[in-house]
Antibody, heavy 117, light 110 residues
């Protein structure tokens, strides 16, 4: 059974870098594309970006200047770094697997990250 | 890249059918058969219900179906059940290897 689990700080100070890791079990990380999606409280979903084990990645144009997503095949994990965080980045962050056709079939449970001093 | 447009809420009675629309542009929904739909219950992660516009993943009820006309994709739920009450989100490929979501629709089963 494929499982994804997000981990990282639940509180980030403004202007600092938000960092999260997604640990994948039950699937080899080098066979799929892996994405991050976020959901501000009470709002809709927002695609952040994706990465492939080869290093290929692509990001939401609105976040591109601040986002890095990378894959660590040795740990079967992928990570998100979002620099210069502001209160607008407060959200539940989900990691997800793109199984093809730009659709996400497995999701992590989500982790709330609050940006506040 | 603007968010896709969904109605904020829809409602229906048990046994009825409802349709949720998802309107984009000729740069996303209108150009690709790559719309997906997700069901999200409160406090839970989204669940894939439809992919590539009309395809259902294994295990998803055939009461759920997807379609598209022009720049608008639709999710239809037939034989509405209480357990269908949830938020529904559409998502489309938008070219340049990017994706865009809709604002989400709250479905209430009366």
């Amino acid at each position: 059974q494929v499982q994804l689990q997000e981990s990282g700080p639940g509180l980030v100070k403004p202007s600092e870098t938000l960092s999260l890791t997604c640990t994948v079990s039950g699937a080899s990380i080098d066979l799929y594309y892996w994405s991050w999606v976020r959901q501000p409280p009470g709002k809709g979903l927002e695609w952040i970006g994706y990465s492939y084990y080869s290093g290929s990645s692509n990001y939401n144009p609105s976040l591109k200047s601040r986002v890095t997503i990378s894959v660590d095949t040795s740990k079967n994990q992928f990570s998100l770094k979002l620099s210069s965080a502001t209160a607008a980045d407060t959200a539940v962050y989900y990691c997800a697997r793109d199984f093809g056709g730009y659709s996400f079939d497995y999701w992590g449970q989500g982790t709330l990250v609050t940006v506040s001093s | 890249q603007s968010a896709l447009t969904q109605p904020a809420s829809v409602s229906g009675s048990p046994g009825q059918s409802i349709t949720i629309s998802c309107t984009g542009t000729s740069s996303d929904v209108g150009s690709y058969d790559l719309v997906s739909w997700y069901q999200q219950h409160p406090g839970k992660a989204p669940k894939l219900m439809i992919y590539e516009g009309t395809e259902r993943p294994s295990g998803v009820s055939n009461r759920f179906s997807g379609s598209k006309s022009g720049n608008t994709a639709s999710l239809t739920i037939s034989g509405l059940q209480a357990e269908d009450e949830a938020d529904y989100h559409c998502c489309s490929y938008a070219g340049g290897t990017t994706l865009v979501f809709g604002g989400g629709t709250k479905l209430t089963v009366l």
